[in-house]
């Protein structure tokens, strides 16, 4: 009879699931990533008892009257069953648990940063070491052997009266981390005597002897090709399950290594994680998913307990304490204790074509929290199958869903998680923030938190502390309505609170508020530097990668602009820090290790540091403070076994410099090559030099290499011609008199080019700030012109005489300034006072000041728009190739101003520098003694 397997159905949220039975096997227990344990009646049951215990739950035992269980607090709590009081902690680790397991004698526990820890019934903890990776799954059997599989890919045995490790066997998928993985590798020991060890191995399940450790047997599915992740032989050893990474169930009869027809594919492929048989062997078993789903199959083998019902009915009737009912006849009786099937009870038999059972139905057909629609299409389904086949067993198509993926929440970086009972805030390069509120940014000018509200339904609250000022040093600002902050980052200039709301609030350091922004996804993380902020948030459901952008916002004033970029992350990864550089550059740092750089010149990301090689296991972790882009260093804390450093005692931080992952990076010519790049694209003290003295390396391991061709394609990839004669001066150094010959020719073609650079660079300035100007006249010309209300201003005093003639009461005494407090004023508000113009210092003839930079625009000269007009379609005659109206101004402006400067060259007849001046009949002449004496001086 081929196996049924449920719908699955809600059990906790996405995420790391696990599942058993109680030891009689009348409940199930089920934990999941969201702390809550539960404990059902059945799969169907709709009031299933639950208890939070922790913020995540990673492993459970049933032993008993206690029940173990292991939480994100890296322990392994046991409690009272089922009344879930605390009874005591079995073992402590640095990293969360991932798996338990036990026998009579043994109870083991195995952890993220690759420990096992063994306690006996009658003796003392010791620990199981030697493990590269995370402890992935463990079994232990009746022998006191316990295998465990492991993320470096290997599955060892230990003999646990001796401790010595006895077998181990390659080949398994190698994993990072716990969280997240799907292939686990579980073993899984025969149950009755232990003399077999069966454990998945891609697309197969591979059973060996336990005791010479020979392969017996290799089961494989014809119809299934994912990978297998967990099996496990049922009670008595008869039956080996296994499941997929696709949703796929195989049951092999282990002695026959025959197949057990049924349901074998999943209508939705979410790979499945958890598995456990039922304890009483009733041809039953439990299952969950990495959705947090929980299913169940059934029908796997007939329940073996009937045939005890056949010896109580012997022995009862032998003595006299049953009688059989005469209505039963033969056949009956054979079908209930023979053959398995129930007897007929009354004429509405369930297969009658004419009868429909609606909890049969249900149980069979109806997706737990189906609508009522659903619901009548499926009985209308089931009803024509029975009609068209009585003895056919039809699966009712379920709703279509999606595959979904969790998605990043928002966290603060540089702080460790809320619910840590000792935690960090904020951790960066100014200082640390540990307690009293619940986020918080800290700068060199202000400490900046927020808390949730102290008052039902009124927002959170704002608490600012400026740590350079005078007088109230701190200020506040409560959220309107109901809004949660839920970020907070500072700058020396600004603070950004992130809300629920998915606002943006910007405040500038003393208080004042600056802008409100919206944010175009859900918030993921923030930073700050000068008057700059990001905003990474999700531009998309995330698929297999989280799918991020940036934001790029730059406040200066009141004058707002944003750039917005993808984030780049590692496959599969999640953001773990977010931040600037000392210089201003944006820096990420994802789960998979992986530090990037942001070049905004290049609008590209560049990988700086790869974490793998400061991690001693893998369960080690960094913990970035900042990024000194000046020094290419990274000021890191290394984590061991576990994602944030310890609050007590304090880490130490170290100084990691930064590395590009270059091919063959720990040879000579890779290592300098990562100079070299880092020299050109990350903005260091010292670029230049070290990118000079890189080159000169390089170019000297190339001809060293007898590479010329390299050499010489390395010094055209630099382009400078300050290094060009330092290359060929090496070069004919060492004798390499061709390669100098061929370098030669580049000089005088990067001068050129430099200076053609130096050019066009220094044109386009000119043009920028030419146009400038020109539309600031226009701008002022349309405004005068509309304004005719006629308008009084002080005209600059100007007196014609003779610039030569002495001044008797000018030498005397200077007149006092107009403004006594004009030096104060003047400064404060940004405009410097107004000056006495000394007669002497005024010239005969006021004439504009020549600006190369500017056009004649002067109140005597032509002005360019009038003759732009009238020469237009000249202009355009001439340059048929330029395309719009800003490439025709730019060409018009050149000849203008060529113009101008000829006609300002060519003196014209009547214009002061032609003309003689008289003298003025007012002036008065001069004697030589009075001349003389300005030069001289008096002695007192």
Sequence with gaps: MPFKRSNMRYGHIIGYTGVTYQDDGDRIISIGQDGDIRIWDGVYDEDPTTSCLAESIWAVLHSGSRILVATDLNTVQAYKYPELEKDGIEFRFTAFVTSLARNERFLAAGSEDGTIKVKPVDGEEFELGGLDGPVLSMDVSRKDLLAASCGDGQLR???????????????????KSFEGNVLYGTPAFEPSRGHLLAYPKDQGIVVVDTSSWEQRKVLKHPKISANFSRCAFSPRGDYLAAVTEKGDIAIWEYKTEQLIEGEIAATEPHPIIGLAWHPKNNGELVICDDQGQVGEVKDVFESLDDGNDLMEMAEREANGDMELDNDMDVEDIYSKYV??????????????ENTISVNKLKSQYMVPEADDDLLVDMLGKAKAEEHDDEDSRSVASAKVVAKSFRMQEYFQPGSTPVNFENRYMCYNHVGIIRAHRSVAGLSETVVAMGCGSEVENKGSKLVCINLVSFGNREWSCTMPGTEEIIGVVASDKIVVVATDERFLRVFTTRGTQREVLSAPGPLVAMAAFGDHFLVAYHRSPA???????LMIVTCVKYKLRCRDIPLCLSPGAELCWLGYSDKGSPVTYDSAGILRIYHATANMWFPILDADKYKAGASDNLFIVTVAESLQQVQLIVCRGAKYPLTNPRPLPMNATFSQPLCDVEGEKGALEDVLMRSVYIKSDEAETVLKETAIKLFALACRSETEQRAKELVETIGSSQLVPIFMKYASKIKRYHLAESLAPLLPTFQQQEREEEQQELETNRENAAMVTELQHITVEAVTRRDTTPKIKPMPMVMRKNPFKRSDSASKSSPAPSNPLGHLTGKAIGFSSPKTVD????????????NENQPKNSATGPKFMPWFEDNKSRLKEQ????ATDAELIKIGMRQFKAQNSVAATTPQAGTPATEKRKLDETDKGESGVAKLAKFGFTKN
């Design 157 to 175: 045995i230990w003999k646990l009266n001796g401790k010595d490790l006895v077998q181990t066997f390659g080949g398994l998928r190698k994993v």
């Design 339 to 352: 053959a398995g099937e129930k007897p007929v009870e009354d004429e509405s038999d369930d297969d009658d």
């Design 543 to 549: 698929n297999e990668d989280q799918q991020l952008n």
């Design 839 to 850: 007669p002497e210092e005024v010239p005969s003839t006021l004439e504009p000041e020549n």
């Design 879 to 882: 340059h048929p190739d330029a």
